[in-house]
């Protein structure tokens, strides 16, 4: 039966890997026949090819290679954005946690928890790091701000989501308040809880980019964008390659995520 079985087996494992290939070569085509079909010149598009070159190439005039500066300022980003993912990581599950036991709580504050992602970030960054005077933490809570919204959503419906029998059963076994909470609430919401989680680890690269700009931080893929931003005649590559860098950094954040959820919920199936 394990026999019959390995060739399928064997092709769902294959399945996504051919997926994200196929998806690749997709946009590297839609790419490359938008730049031939509208006769966009290097300036407004230029090749892959050529953004691949720029990587390799001197950051500027006589300095090390831009692969090695961008590397060096995505890994700045990724230390703010982290950050900023594990404080509103946990603040979105407490206040999940919290008004799916409170009603009246949840009635008083999800008005104002929606009310503040309708905000634009732009707006509040700059206010953020006034009242932080410029500080490197600001990178962080701005991260943090765009993190907690999707957790605190996802983690309230997935508290919530548990059979309304399952939670008599639990009562009827005189199982408190804090155990039906770890034992059958918290189980059932993982798999909200981890979408919500994916969704906030790209956020929270794109508030730690928007961040470094109002606060004046040069290290990070903030700062990079916006000086090749100004260089932008003379080298567009450059700057398309540190967009991508900040794509990449997202998408290893989503990556990383998601092998921890198939991780957890492997093992919570296996417990079961």
Do not use: C
């Not at 690269?205 to 109002?214: D, K, T, Y």
């Amino acid at each position: 039966m394990d026999i019959a079985l390995s060739p399928v087996r064997s092709a769902r494992r294959v399945a996504p890997a051919l997926a994200v290939i196929l998806i690749i070569l997709t946009l590297v085509v839609a790419w490359e026949l938008i730049k031939l079909m509208f006769n966009l010149d290097k300036r407004t598009l230029p090749h892959l090819w050529e953004i691949a070159e720029a990587f390799g190439q001197p950051s500027r005039r006589n300095g090390p290679p831009l692969i090695s500066v961008l590397i060096e300022a995505a890994l700045y980003t990724l230390r703010g954005a982290l950050l900023g993912f594990f404080i509103g990581a946990a603040l979105g599950f407490v206040l999940g946690t919290l008004f799916a036991h409170l009603p009246l709580l949840e009635r008083s504050l999800v008005p104002y928890v929606v009310a503040s992602q309708t905000v634009p970030i732009l707006a509040i960054a700059p206010m953020v790091v006034i009242w932080l005077r410029g500080s490197w933490w600001s990178v962080p809570v701005i991260a943090a701000y765009l993190t907690f919204f999707p957790v605190t959503i996802n983690t309230l419906r997935g508290m919530r989501s548990p059979d309304p029998r399952a939670v008599e059963l639990m009562g009827s076994y005189a199982a408190s308040t804090w155990q039906t909470l770890w034992k059958l609430r918290f189980p059932s919401a993982l798999p909200a809880i981890f979408t919500a989680l994916k969704i906030a680890a790209t956020a929270s690269v794109v508030g730690a980019i928007i961040a470094e700009l109002p606060s004046g931080v040069q290290q990070g893929l903030g700062g990079a964008i916006l000086n090749f931003n100004q260089y932008y005649i003379t080298g567009p590559e450059r700057l398309w390659a540190a967009i991508f860098m900040a794509a990449l950094v997202g998408i290893l954040l989503f990556v990383a995520v998601s092998a921890i959820e198939r991780i957890v919920l492997r093992n919570i199936v296996r417990g079961a």
